[in-house]
């Protein structure tokens, strides 16, 4: 099916093209934390969005949504709005949001109000702000959508599996749009401090614009960070009768669990996907020119994907880590790396990959460092992978 409408609020803009043109020009969206509550966190940075959302909504909107919900409520606008405000039968267009932990800062907050103040001053809307299925939700009801507003909860593999199951729904002839993408706003002392404790966090003060560095030697772990991405996915057949205009095409997908640890990266598992993803798209690997990979910055992330992507693929693609820019989005990674993969293709760019000053010896890939690349490719593969053995690939072609 076709990508017919894309949004995005990122470390790197507060919309898809701002952030697609930070990624081009190498621009990091890493900050120190300088909230008073970071100063005794073990970690120092962390990427926050460009735009606070709340800003961009009417005040009585933005406070029955927690941050995350109207991160999505926005890019989801923006991606409709992109797509033409497309006319549809309310039954027949669906919403597919992912995210890793939901309303986490409206459950934490809440919290400390209800210990500090008491049931009476919890906040009417707490409920719907912090469940997981909220931001799809919200989206389903701004857009009149009928067709099923569901939410994948699948770690950092949230926002990818949203955009396979949103090619699900088109597929099984349930939907002919879907506007599908995932969203995360987690930065809060709790979550950095839980994170930390299991050293999954670098805990670098120095300039935080080199704390992400995938595939570097130097690596130190994954900075946290907050965004959406959402895409309008569409029936060809209904995008092509409207005359829509589309980005490319999502042309296969697929999901595996590696059923092997609660945290560890596993390349068998990795690989299934990629392969999967492949099939499903009717392309072999000679036929991929670009890989956005996950690569999150840390070491065992980083090589088990190197090893699952150079058995699948090869070594001929040009790999790209745009983390090293936003850093992790978690839910909404997977989206967004989507959108630089589908834009790349377009474009017949491929960012460079920042803070790749010494590519680790045991990455046998074309990682792209330096300077942007240019070319023309036909095909990319974008990959993302969760906590829990969460393993999604989906393939783009232009």
């Avoid at 949203?162 to 993408?181: C, E, F, K, N, T």
């Amino acid at each position: 099916m076709l990508v017919t409408g894309v949004g995005a609020m990122t470390p790197l803009g507060a919309d898809a093209p701002s952030s697609w043109s930070g990624m081009l020009d190498g621009k990091s969206g890493v900050r120190f934390l300088e909230e008073e509550w970071a100063a005794d966190l073990p970690v120092h940075v962390a990427a926050g969005l460009t735009v606070d959302p709340a800003s961009l909504l009417p005040r009585t909107e933005a406070r029955k949504l927690d941050r995350g919900e109207q991160a999505a409520v926005l890019t989801a606008r923006e991606a409709w709005q992109d797509a033409g405000a497309p006319q549809v039968e309310p039954e027949r267009c669906a919403v597919v949001i992912g995210t890793g932990t939901g309303g986490v800062l409206t459950t934490l907050g809440q919290d400390d109000v209800f210990e500090r103040a008491g049931v009476r001053r919890l906040s009417p809307f707490a409920v719907p702000m912090l469940m997981p299925n909220g931001p799809a939700a919200w989206v389903s009801m701004d857009l009149g959508a009928k067709g099923g507003a569901r939410t994948p909860v699948s770690a950092c593999a949230s926002g990818a599996e949203a955009l396979a199951l949103g090619q699900d729904l088109i597929r099984s002839g349930r939907a002919d749009i879907v506007v599908a993408g995932g969203v995360e706003a987690c930065l809060h002392p709790f979550t950095i401090a839980a994170f930390a404790q299991m050293k999954a966090l670098s805990t670098q003060s120095v300039d935080p614009e080199t704390v992400s560095r995938p595939f570097d030697v130097k690596r130190s772990g994954f900075v946290m960070g907050e965004g959406a991405g959402m895409m309008v996915l569409e029936r060809a057949e209904f995008a092509r009768a409207r005359g829509a205009r589309a980005y490319g095409t999502l042309a296969g997908s697929a999901v595996s669990s590696s059923a092997n640890h609660i945290t560890a990266s596993d390349a068998e598992g990795q690989a299934f996907a990629m392969e999967l993803a492949l099939r499903d798209a009717g392309l072999a690997p000679a036929d991929i020119g670009i890989v956005h990979a996950h690569a999150t910055s840390t070491e065992s992330g980083d090589l088990a994907e190197a090893e699952a992507i150079g058995r699948v693929i090869g070594s001929h693609a040009a790999v790209t880590a745009t983390k090293s820019m936003t850093g992790h989005m978690m839910g909404a990674a997977g989206t967004v790396g989507a959108l630089a993969a589908l834009f790349a293709l377009r474009d017949g760019t491929v960012p460079a990959t920042r803070n790749l000053d010494e590519l680790d010896p045991r990455v046998e890939l074309d990682v792209v460092g330096g300077e942007r690349r240019t070319g023309q490719w036909s095909a990319a593969l974008a990959n993302s992978f969760g906590f829990g053995g969460h393993n999604v690939s989906l393939v783009f072609t232009d």
